[in-house]
T-cell receptor, first 116, second 114 residues
């Protein structure tokens, strides 16, 4: 049972345009979400996070949107740069209850290619 | 550089063998998490230690075990290895053991079982 899903395995966008990466979750108890970026042969690098008490969080070119009713979050990258080409993972965790240990549940990842 | 170190970077071994993967968390972090990334898969949570004690367990095989030492470094032991155990193994650390924290990942150990 995959609780966090990234339904698009890949995405290709032109440099300077917006990249939108999507993530869906099924467990309504998740209340903290993170996006990580991963280059080949490296570990995941934290990008941005959002708590369920918010619906938007911005950090420079990166914005994460959360729609709790739809159990959906998205990462917007504007403008996209060739250096953004990587695999992007969304992850979810709990901040309450017995699941509140900090462990992350990851999606399968989306490979973003930004073309010059 | 996340501040999390993992050794070795690469490991090639044969089926039936046993290996140990090592992780040193960021300075000050008490919690260590282990994740497995198989081919074309997302990262799967294996096990978590907090200040020397097991805190949470995921879908970790009985052939796998882990521990966290007093200096907070952690080791993941994989025994009776099978071809399907070939994967990337990442450790991550965070200050405490609760949701809402950012986890910082090491560079990973690539295990190949032949």
């Amino acid at each position: 049972d995959q609780q966090v899903k990234q339904n698009s395995p890949s995405l290709s966008v032109q440099e300077g345009r917006i990249s939108i990466l999507n993530c869906d979750y099924t467990n309504s108890m998740f209340d903290y979400f993170l996006w990580y970026k991963k280059y080949p042969a490296e570990g995941p690098t934290f990008l941005i996070s959002i708590s369920s008490i918010k619906d938007k969080n911005e950090d420079g070119r990166f914005t994460v949107f959360l729609n709790k009713s739809a159990k959906h979050l998205s990462l917007h990258i504007v403008p996209s740069q060739p250096g953004d080409s990587a695999v992007y993972f969304c992850a979810a965790s709990y901040t309450h209850g017995s699941g509140n240990t900090g462990k992350l549940i990851f999606g399968q990842g989306t490979t973003l290619q930004v073309k010059p | 550089d996340s501040g999390v170190t993992q050794t070795p970077k690469h490991l090639i071994t044969a089926t039936g063998q046993r290996v140990t993967l090592r992780c040193s968390p960021r300075s000050g972090d008490l919690s260590v998490y282990w994740y497995q990334q198989s081919l074309d898969q997302g990262l799967q949570f294996l096990i978590q230690y907090y200040n020397g004690e097991e805190r949470a367990k995921g879908n970790i095989l009985e052939r796998f075990s882990a521990q966290q030492f007093p200096d907070l470094h952690s080791e993941l032991n994989l025994s009776s290895l099978e071809l399907g155990d070939s994967a990337l193994y990442f450790c991550a650390s965070s200050p405490l053991a609760q949701g809402g924290e950012t986890q910082y990942f090491g560079p990973g150990t690539r295990l190949l079982v032949l």
